[in-house]
Structure formats: C-alpha cells, structure tokens
C-alpha cells in the first residue's frame, strides 16, 4: 500500500488526510482548520503546518502533495483571483516545502480535482478529452485528455458576457445574487455552451461543494455533451495532490 499525505487549501478552510493512493481511500482522519480570514502566506502556511501536527506527524518518506487555488507554475503561484494578491509570484513551493522540512509536490485545486476523478472517481477510463469544472467560490477547470493534464486551463476567467465567467457563473455568484437554480443554470447553459464550442470535450464533470445537488441544475442544461458529476466532492483536492506527488 502506497501512502501519501494530501493538503487542499481552499477560500474556507484548509483541509488534509493521509491517503492511499492505490484504493483513492482515506486512511487517517480527514482534518480541516478554517482559512485565517487575510488569506495572507504566512498565516496559511502556519495553518498548513498545525494541521500536519493535528495529523500527528509524518513518516519522513511520506510523499506530501498541496493543492491550492492560483495558477501554479514551476512552484510559483502566479495569480490570486480569491485569495490575497501577496500570492501572486511567490516561490510558494519552497515556503511550505521550509516550513514543512520536506519535499512536496504543488499544484493547482482544480488541477488536483481532474486528476483525482481520472484516478479514483467519474472520468477512470474514459477515452478523450474531459473538462471538469469546479463550482465554487470560483471555477476552477481541468483539461485531461486520455488521462494526461493540461495544467493550468483557468477556464473560470474566459469572458462571458464582458465579465470574467466565475463573476456571473460561479456557486457564489448564485448565493450572492439569490438566483434561483433555474436562474443559475441559464448562466451555466451560456457558460458551459461556450467551452463545448472552444473544445468539444468528450465528458464535462462538474465539482465543487454544490454538485451533491446536481439534480436540482444539471437536469435544466441543453448540451450535446454529457455532463455528469463528479465523484469525490469534498475530499477531490486532497486525492490529487496525493496521487500526484505520490507519481512525482
Ligand atoms: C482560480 C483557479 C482555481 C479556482 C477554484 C479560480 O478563481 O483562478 O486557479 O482553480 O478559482 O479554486
């Protein structure tokens, strides 16, 4: 059994478990500490450190993956769409991998969500191209074709409608603007319309908190690609960034 510490930050708490990455299943309690309100580095990396503690330690060889909600590459977040700007071009990798004494594989949230459904969960075995999109605080987007990521697809922030599609489309815009489920799926049909004609995906997975109510919207989308759920709902983030520093 191989075995893998994942951490998912996100915009309300920062969550982790030990996972085997073999089975996609958790095998130590799931932690989660609420996000420190500035979303500030420091305070998010102490945050990160105590829940590691909470977890009880780790063995040193234990791989450890981090999923986080900005652009990442090469270590370095490169955006900050809903966490503070002080992100932006920061060597984020090497401020956990200090404070954490070790190594760990980082990656983008959404990113972490794809693979984690290709491992574990609704795209395994399917052929082509999936698009999962995250319904959050944001949206997030992951691109896997036959299973190999395309990272940092960030098709949350395609124009729609002259604003940026996660203003008017995300699950927050529909609890900010108390639309109904009716009301949000005509700004999700116009959203999701518009990435089927940039990429004619094979599947569309649809994550985040709110795809536990997926009956409620995705019934009321006209699509000529299927969209289904995804499987994983909470613990998404904390698979993949297992699996992927666990593959690293
Ligand atoms: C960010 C993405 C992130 C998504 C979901 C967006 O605002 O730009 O990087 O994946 O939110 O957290």
Request: charged share 20%; proline share 4%.
């Amino acid at each position: 059994m191989t075995q893998a510490l994942g951490i998912d930050i996100g915009g309300t708490g920062i969550k982790g478990a030990i996972v085997d990455t073999d089975t996609g299943k958790l095998v130590s309690a799931r932690v989660k500490i609420a996000t420190p309100k500035s979303g500030k580095p420091d305070a998010i990396v102490k945050v990160v450190v105590e829940l590691v503690e909470k977890l009880g330690g780790l063995p040193e060889s234990m791989p450890v993956g981090v999923c986080f909600p900005a652009v990442v590459r090469n270590g370095k977040t490169m955006s900050a769409a809903n966490i503070s700007k002080e992100w932006i071009g920061l060597e984020a990798e090497a401020l956990f991998e200090t404070a954490l004494g070790r190594d760990i594989h980082f990656v983008n949230d959404a990113d972490a969500a794809g693979i984690a459904e290709v491992r574990y969960g609704a795209a395994k075995d399917v052929p082509g191209l999936v698009l999962l999109t995250t319904l959050g605080t944001g949206i997030g987007s992951a691109l896997i074709y036959n299973g190999t990521l395309v990272p940092n697809s960030e098709l949350g922030h395609l124009t729609i409608g002259r604003q940026d599609a996660e203003k008017g489309a995300s699950f927050s815009a529909k609890e900010r603007r108390h639309l109904s489920w009716r009301a949000w799926a005509k700004r999700l049909q116009r959203y999701y319309t518009h990435l089927e004609v940039l990429f004619s995906p094979d599947l569309f997975l649809v994550g985040g908190g709110v795809s536990k109510s997926h009956e409620k919207f995705l019934p009321l989308l006209k699509l000529t690609t299927p969209i289904v759920p995804a499987q994983l709902r909470n613990n998404a983030g904390i698979l993949g960034a297992a699996a992927l520093a666990v593959r690293q």
